[in-house]
């Protein structure tokens, strides 16, 4: 069965570190992945999206990620983080079936100390 | 300003009174869907609706109602509200149902079932 797993429940860095956010998911086919974020007391907003071609992709707000098929992973990076990036972030993929489904991971809180 | 909008946007009610969440997207959609968020579970899909009188079931349908009369709206029926029914609930929607398509969350709405 499609699943996507965020291995990290928690993360805190300090400001201006780099950051980067796990996703591992598993689907038979090529995947349509996603990363989108989530500010207290908000809707989710999405960051950026893979569906083919470069697997490195360039997202809002200076974020990144890369597919790895090998891997099964779709890691979130970020190279200095700012206190404002504090928020739950979600991976998610995309599967066929008819309709626009995404499964989404459990999510990772960041939180930013100064 | 496209937009989703829900509400309310918090509601504390007890077991078996009826309710409604409203949702209502001003961007002509085709696609609308309703998720819970849970901690440690991320959001599951509770229904969707490809467009008008098109509605079917999610990943956790049991226990709600939906119905798309207009474009604009689709509103999640509660028709007995139940404890296990406490949670952050979202709804989304995007120009089709075709798969790949970034989905425009609101900004959610807190029910507590006592």
């Known amino acids: 069965a499609q699943s996507v797993t965020q291995p990290d429940i928690h993360i805190t860095v300090s400001e201006g570190a780099s950051l980067e956010l796990r996703c591992n998911y598993s689907?038979?086919?090529?995947?349509?992945l996603f990363w989108y974020v989530q500010s207290p007391g908000q809707g989710l907003q999405l960051l950026l999206k893979y569906f083919s071609g470069d697997t490195l992709v360039q997202g809002i707000k200076g974020f990144e990620a890369e597919f790895k098929r090998s891997q099964s992973s779709f890691n979130l990076r970020k190279p200095s983080v700012h206190w404002s990036d504090a928020a739950e972030y979600f991976c998610?993929?995309?599967?066929?079936?008819?309709?626009?489904?995404?499964?989404f991971g459990a999510g990772t809180r960041l939180a930013v100390h100064p | 300003e496209a937009q989703v909008t829900q509400n309310p946007r918090y509601l504390i009610t007890v077991t078996g009174k009826k309710l409604t969440v409203t949702c209502s997207q001003n961007m002509n959609h085709e696609y609308m869907s309703w998720y819970r968020q849970d901690p440690g579970l991320g959001l599951r899909q509770i229904y969707y609706?490809?467009?008008?009188?098109?509605?079917d079931k999610g990943d956790v349908p049991e226990g709600y109602k939906v119905s798309r009369k207009e474009k604009r709206n689709f509103p999640l029926i509660l028709e007995s509200p139940s404890p296990n029914q406490t949670s952050l609930y979202f709804c989304?929607?995007?120009?089709?149902?075709?798969?790949?398509?970034?989905?425009?969350f609101g900004d959610g709405t807190r029910l507590s079932i006592l």
């Open positions: 998610a993929v995309g599967i066929s079936g008819g309709y626009n489904k995404l499964i």
């Open positions: 609706s490809m467009n008008v009188e098109v509605t």
């Open positions: 989304a929607s995007t120009l089709t149902g075709q798969l790949g398509q970034p989905q425009h």
């Open positions: 689907y038979g086919a090529t995947p349509y």
